[in-house]
């Protein structure tokens, strides 16, 4: 990038991340005066989580007026009755940490700034000219010490003079209610920070300055490092704890750490980078020199360079690996990078975006980030089935749209929240599907089962059956969608139906995995008989006049394609129930739902919403729309430092207006799932090979990626020269899979292909080389 972080009072947002997965450090990269925000995935402030009161026996009355008609009155009934019984929770908010401040002089204009990020390490660096000295910071947040590890560094005759301090974020701002007691005080080369949360506990942090040849005054401003040949400061957090005992923990802790810049981050690197090469992207694209900024200026001028592309790719892979950490939190819409202190959305959001951040993860061969996911879930199970009991008077679990991790309670008392039930079933796909990619039968046995029965459970106990013998889900959301024939007004919009198509498509699903699930693992069989009469009574999809799948299988309730949900298409993605191959008329009427979206509302989505569609187009096989959906980001909801935003800002004509744009990093997350469905989709003993190829990329190279049946798929591709490599391996055992071939193929040296299929490949952990020759 060719200029540090601009946005007016929020910098932040135009930071460049780094993280380990339980910390974050966002660098604004200011010469003078630098900010470092410092965000810790266990800090949160002002939930407010009074008893949740039983309002089930309300359930009938609802039911009773969606039947008649009355869905103005239906709407409101369960929340209104939250209400009467004074139930006023409130959401928890990360808070931010703390800022670590740099202040260094300048003696000439600056020139030749230049702001970085390596994501195969990790680290930032920003480095400029000050007459004949050339300047670099750099820093990383090591993922095996636990710490924030920042160097400046110099060339030339001017030696480094700066000062160091560490204080609450944005200190200074006149419109922030700050936690109090805060104290920073400066012994030796150590700085002591800490503030109290509102739950009465204290966090802060302890930096460690250590200066190379150099003097060092500590005072009340800081530590002040004059004359050095460079300095390395190390940083560790705390959360939660009392100031004076985690002073002298950290203190310890960092004093056993050797001030070495070089050192520290080659413990980080082995296992950042293990996870990050994990898969890789080339589609061997021009203009790697270029920056950010010139990039982005390329894509508002017409195409969107495909080295952007790689590049998005990339990032979002590092975005999560940076932020998720096997037993830590879920990566939530900020990420560990969140500067606002009543950030708008800034929880785990089960109705889309937690199950989007998530979806790289499986095909992207690093499954092992999906595990904060299901830790987070399973803590919070008490609270799912009291949800469940005391809102609908049904056994199992109701997880709502929104949670925070202090509780999994119901915070938000709207219609939309309260009467959307299909988060947990939404969830349990993520369950099955780490299975089907890992093969982990103990987590099959042991997690995953346990989780979707009483998810299953739920649903035995709310769905009721109507005349015709099928299921009726009522009350029922389609997240978060107004029908048609009661689209008003964004104050008068009514939200509650009955019959959505994604409620019967996540229980069908649910209740397939289970029985599949059961019988693999011998556990829960007696149940099967029940939940195949379940699955019995999931009414079949329907379809519109125009031949497209209808988003409300009940006639009062007329589809509505001005929004930014696609959730009637869950069947095809992130679902696979409906394909090509297997219901072909089927899967037409998902297309059409498909490019009905994209055409019909282009106003109404969100920089999430675009590369959903871009996963659905993926999945049907239209790689050049799919790519089309993507490179529309660029120009309404991506900044400078390519994090994209919920929204457009600047009245451009894509996307929801909104005062407000909230940072949503889902939609980084969301590009580079995209790319991964146009590379590959999977079944169990099923690899389809570039599935959705945008005409565009003509030579590339890709993998491994991870397909469900456990099995590692890389490709690299000539279109020009005719050939493309395919190299397949089993993780675990040999095994048959049938390979599916894209139209382009003519044939594979050595085997026979029927209908661009080769059948009952057998593969085991030797890797398998398969030669293709393409049209």
């Known amino acids: 990038m060719r200029y540090p972080a ?4 929020s910098m932040w947002r135009e930071a460049l991340p780094s993280g380990n997965g339980r910390i974050g450090a966002s660098v ?7 900010t470092v925000l410092l965000n810790h995935e266990g800090l949160w402030r002002s939930g407010r989580t009074p008893e949740l009161p039983d309002v089930s026996d309300h359930l009938t009355k609802v039911r009773h007026l969606l039947l008649k008609g ?16 004074g139930y006023k929770p409130k959401i928890a908010s990360p808070l931010p940490l703390g800022d670590l401040k740099v202040y260094m002089p300048l003696r000439q204009a600056f020139q030749h700034y230049r702001r970085k990020l390596n994501m195969e390490t990790g680290e930032v660096s920003v480095c400029w000219t000050d007459g004949e000295t050339q300047y670099e910071r750099m820093l990383f947040v090591s993922r095996t010490d636990q710490a ?3 160097e400046i560094r110099r060339e030339g005759p001017k030696q480094v003079e700066a000062s160091f301090l560490l204080q609450l974020h944005d200190k200074h701002r006149p419109d922030i209610v700050f936690p109090e007691q805060e104290e920073t005080k400066c012994e030796e080369e150590y700085i002591y920070y800490a503030a109290q949360n509102n739950d009465g506990t204290d966090f802060g942090a302890v930096a460690r300055v250590v200066s190379r040849n150099g003097q060092m005054e500590a005072g009340a401003e800081g530590l002040h490092v004059r004359d050095s040949d460079s300095v390395v400061v190390i940083v560790k957090l705390f959360v939660q704890g009392n100031r004076h005992t985690e002073w002298k923990r950290l203190k310890r802790e960092i004093s056993s750490l050797k001030p070495c810049y070089g050192s520290l981050l080659a413990s980080h690197v082995t296992e950042h980078g293990r996870l990050f090469r994990a898969m890789e992207l080339d589609l061997f694209a021009s203009g790697c020199e270029l920056s950010n900024e010139e990039l982005l200026l390329q894509a508002y001028d017409g195409e969107t360079p495909t080295v952007l592309v790689e590049k998005m790719w990339a990032y979002g892979r590092y975005l999560l690996i940076s932020s998720s950490h096997e037993e830590g939190q879920p990566c939530h819409l900020y990420g560990l990078w969140c500067g606002d202190y009543n950030a708008v959305w800034a929880f785990h959001m089960v109705n889309e975006n937690m199950q989007m951040i998530y979806w790289q993860a499986f095909s992207g061969n690093m499954p092992e980030l999906a595990l904060p996911m299901f830790n987070y879930l399973e803590k919070l199970m ?15 679990i109701f997880i709502p749209a929104p949670t925070a991790p202090d509780s999994g309670l119901l915070k938000h008392t709207s219609p939309h929240i309260v009467h959307w039930t299909g988060g947990a079933g939404w969830m349990s796909q993520h369950y099955y599907d780490y299975y089907l990619y890992t093969g982990d039968i103990e987590f099959l046995r042991k997690r995953a089962l346990p989780f979707m029965r009483e998810t299953a459970l739920f649903y035995e106990d709310f769905l009721t059956v109507g005349e ?4 009726v889900s009522a009350p029922s959301i389609s997240p978060e969608n107004t029908p048609g024939n009661y689209r008003m007004d964004a104050h008068k919009s009514i939200q509650t139906t009955m019959n959505a198509t994604m409620d019967f498509a996540i229980a069908k699903e649910l209740l397939i995995h289970l029985i599949d699930g059961a019988r693999v693992a011998d556990k829960y069989v007696e149940d099967i008989p029940k939940w195949q009469e379940m699955l019995n009574r999931i009414p079949p999809y329907q379809t519109n006049e125009d031949g497209a799948i209808k988003e409300w299988m009940h006639p009062f309730f007329e589809d509505n394609d001005h929004h930014r949900h696609e959730s009637h298409l869950y069947p095809i993605f992130p679902g696979t129930e409906v394909t090509r191959l297997s219901d072909p008329g089927l899967f037409r009427a998902f297309v059409k739902a498909v490019e009905n979206r994209h055409v ?16 659905c187009y993926a999945r049907v096989g239209k790689g050049d729309q799919a790519l089309q959906c993507l490179e529309t980001l660029p120009r309404f909801s991506l900044m400078n430092n390519l994090m994209t935003l919920h929204n457009d800002w600047r009245g451009m004509g894509i996307g929801v207006d909104m005062e407000r744009v909230p940072v949503q990093i889902d939609a980084n997350m969301g590009w580079t799932s995209a790319i991964q469905e146009m590379l590959l989709f999977s079944l169990p003993g099923e690899l389809h090979i570039m599935p959705a190829l945008p005409s565009r990329w003509k030579r590339g190279k890709a993998g491994p990626l991870l397909a469900r049946g456990g099995v590692e798929c890389l490709m690299e591709w000539d279109m020009d020269k005719g050939e493309m490599g395919l190299t397949i391996v089993s993780i675990d055992r040999e095994k048959q899979i049938d390979i599916l071939l894209p139209p382009t193929v003519t044939s594979v040296k050595g085997y026979p292909k029927s209908q661009q299929k080769l059948k009952s490949v057998r593969i085991c952990e030797k890797p398998l080389h398969l030669q293709v020759f393409l049209k």
């Open 6 to 9: 601009s946005w007016w009072h």
């Open 148 to 150: 924030v590890v920042y």
């Open 70 to 85: 009355d869905v103005s009155k239906a709407d409101h009934v369960l929340s209104d009755a939250l209400s009467k019984k």
């Open 382 to 396: 008490d609270d799912f089935r009291l949800n469940a009991a005391r809102l609908y008077g049904c056994r199992g």
């Open 468 to 471: 015709d013998g099928y299921y």
């Open 600 to 615: 019909t509302g282009l106003k109404e989505q969100t920089g999430w919403s675009i590369t959903h569609m871009a996963n």
């Open 28 to 34: 604004y990269g200011g010469i003078h005066e630098e």
